[in-house]
């Protein structure tokens, strides 16, 4: 899948909720619907104020032209080896610079993000969710699980389709003596809702489908999946450090 069209189909769960990016939902689900890969998706992913710069930065990095680079996406909402090449400083700076996270976050909060970026933090979405996002003006982040979990990109093996529903087997983060922790697997529903000629819409069982604010994103390999996975734990690791 082009990195313009994937980036869009991870974009849509959190911009349809009003989360993330401009008033524009309608408008982003006929473009993905479309397939189309030009200025319209291009133009609309740029308004997404935390996504775009996250882009930038992993692709600047990296050395790549295109923040629409399909690695470059993979690399922030799965996450690849594209993560470990950015350098610590740099990312520290990309947080005062680019996201002015030291202006939204309190003093103290801060001091524990130098401390989770000296440790190894990477600019993976799920990094993000559970150590800033969390941070600027949320809830409590016991009290805030279940958006958390919503928020963060999951995975889940299909057991069953029907029609536009999809039934997953997927591990929920859950919290055990005070800290965050993926549960056991449970079984969820979720609807298809971005209409395509591809991928969702010919998913089978047995398949495994990545998860966005409980939209079906695309088909992943089980490869993707544990990697996704360890970065996702890493990251639950990380805010553990400080709840």
Not at 131 to 144: A, F, M, P, Q
Request: proline share 4%; with cysteine.
């Amino acid at each position: 899948m082009d990195g313009i069209l994937r980036c869009s189909r991870y974009s849509f769960g959190p911009n349809r909720l009003h989360y993330c990016g401009p008033d524009a939902n309608k408008e982003l689900k006929d473009l993905i619907k479309e397939g189309d890969d030009d200025f319209g998706l291009t133009h609309l992913l740029k308004q997404f104020k935390t996504l775009y710069p996250y882009l930038k930065h992993i692709a600047n990095a990296n050395h790549i032209d295109d923040p629409f680079d399909s690695q470059v996406v993979e690399a922030y909402w799965i996450g690849n080896e594209l993560l470990e090449k950015v350098e610590k400083n740099v990312l520290y700076r990309f947080f005062i610079d680019d996201l002015k996270v030291k202006d939204k976050i309190k003093l103290r909060e801060f001091s524990w993000l130098e401390e989770k970026i000296s440790q190894g933090a990477m600019p993976h979405h799920s990094f993000h969710v559970f150590n800033i996002w969390t941070k600027e003006g949320h809830h409590d982040l016991l009290s805030d699980l279940q958006r958390m979990d919503e928020c963060r990109v999951s995975w889940g093996k299909v057991t069953a389709v029907n029609g536009p529903e999809i039934r997953i087997s997927t591990e929920p983060m859950v919290c055990e003596s005070g800290k965050f922790i993926l549960g056991e697997p449970v079984i969820k529903s979720i609807t298809r809702q971005l209409e395509a000629e591809y991928d969702i819409e010919q998913i089978k069982p047995g398949e495994i489908v990545s998860v966005h604010w409980s939209v079906p994103c695309e088909i992943i390999t089980e490869n993707q999946a544990k990697i996704l996975k360890k970065y996702t734990l890493k990251n639950i690791a990380f805010a553990n450090q400080t709840i």
